[in-house]
């Protein structure tokens, strides 16, 4: 079967958007022994970007009415690629730090414009398209997390940056040389900030995010401490994205036809309290345990990064709940690594972390249940 140039692209679109991130959290006893610094600092290395990925998301609707998505999204990844190689060379902590701040700015203004060239292109299978972007991030964030050991074995956790960096400029190529299908710039919305469904989107989106970075920030350090190899450890991070990206691929493939939107992210948010519990209580089985966090992961961000294309009827109001969606959520849940490894530092372990990671997939269930009828309902494409 012949795979389009808009999924190609689409796809290499989401491979970037993770492993600048993910591809850290492994690295972080390396990179803590290499600066000197504490698990705090070191969780500012996945809190930064994700930061900016809130704080910066306003940029990306007019960018895209200026320039439009090729060069919107290209210039902000190519961007991204770049600042990630000089990060990865720079000396001491500070530097290091100052300069992950514009690696988070490009990947904030693509991810938040990827949600309206799937509105464009996919306007009649909205899960299909995001499962195409969605299933790069995954894939992505699964070959960071893998890589990372065997790279800062060879090359040191400074090699492994920039080969992610490097891999990533590559990437951006199909994106940029397609033809892109001719579209309007949207018009302007107000930022729904009065809208119950747009805090709705807010919280969703802040809580299982909060869920993936937190566990992606520290799992391969939680099982350092407990007598891990480093390999072993990255390995159960891989396989935590890896689940996640089958999961997510395979929601994208059925939600456009069968459930509902809180069908899915039910299921996913009961599975995610069992294995941060289990993991949190250092209950044997952690491989077991780390797919069940995984396969949570998967439909539950797929699900989410949805819901604003069943929120928004117009392009302009897409963008709008996406920008507020991911301005926000990325904002609250930005300070998960960083939180989660002050608290490690305060307490001497990861109980403590662990057990509010748990209680977050639990509110994550509450807001299922309460969810508007509008995310409740069937997918909007099996009723036509």
């Known amino acids: 079967m012949r795979v389009s140039p808009q999924i190609l692209s689409l796809f290499a679109v989401g491979l970037i958007l993770r492993p600048q991130i993910v591809g850290v959290g492994p690295l972080v ?13 070191a969780g500012l290395l996945a809190t930064i ?7 910066f998301a306003p940029l990306a609707p007019p960018m895209l009415r200026r320039y439009g998505s090729r060069t919107a999204i290209g210039a902000a990844l190519v961007g991204a690629g770049t600042f990630g190689v000089l990060r990865a060379l720079a000396p001491g902590a500070p530097l290091v730090l100052l300069l992950t701040i514009p690696v988070g700015v490009g990947i904030a203004i693509a991810g938040t414009l990827v949600p309206v060239v799937v509105k464009d292109e996919y306007p009649d299978r909205p899960s299909l398209g995001t499962g195409v972007y969605v299933t790069g ?5 699964t070959a ?9 074995r060879a090359a040191g956790w400074r090699g492994t940056l920039v080969t992610y960096s490097l891999i ?5 190529v199909p994106w940029l040389v397609r033809r892109h299908p001719p579209a309007e710039p949207p018009e302007r919305a107000p930022l729904p900030f009065g809208s119950r469904l747009a805090w709705v989107l807010i919280a969703a989106f802040a809580l299982q995010s909060i869920l993936f970075y937190g566990f992606n920030a520290w799992i391969a350090d939680v099982y350092t401490e407990r007598g891990w190899s480093d390999t072993s450890a990255g390995a159960l991070v891989a396989i935590m994205n890896g689940v996640a990206l089958v999961t997510g691929l395979a929601t994208a493939l059925a ?30 089985g952690a491989w077991a345990w780390a797919v069940l966090l995984g396969g949570a992961i998967g439909i539950n961000f797929t699900t989410v990064m949805t819901l604003p294309l069943d929120a928004g009827d117009t392009r302009a109001e897409v963008v709008a709940m996406t920008t507020v969606m991911l301005g926000v959520g990325y904002s609250l849940s930005a300070l998960s690594p960083v939180v989660l490894g002050a608290l490690r530092d305060a307490t001497g372990s990861f109980t403590l972390p662990l057990a509010l990671l748990a209680a977050d997939a639990a509110a994550m269930v509450v807001l299922t249940v309460r969810m508007p009828a509008r995310f409740r309902r069937a997918p909007a494409s099996s009723a036509r």
Request: charged share 5%; proline share 6%; hydrophobic share 60%.
């Open 29 to 41: 006893p390396r990179i803590q022994a290499a600066l000197g610094i504490s698990h705090g600092v």
């Open 49 to 55: 970007p994700v930061l900016c990925m809130g704080v």
């Open 137 to 141: 991030i995954n894939v992505g964030a």
């Open 144 to 152: 960071a997390a893998v890589a990372a050991a065997p790279l800062a």
């Open 168 to 172: 990533s400029l590559v990437l951006v």
């Open 255 to 284: 939600a456009d036809h069968v459930g509902t939107r809180r069908a899915f992210l039910g299921v996913a948010s009961v599975t995610a309290v069992a294995g941060a519990t289990l993991i949190a209580a250092d209950v044997p």
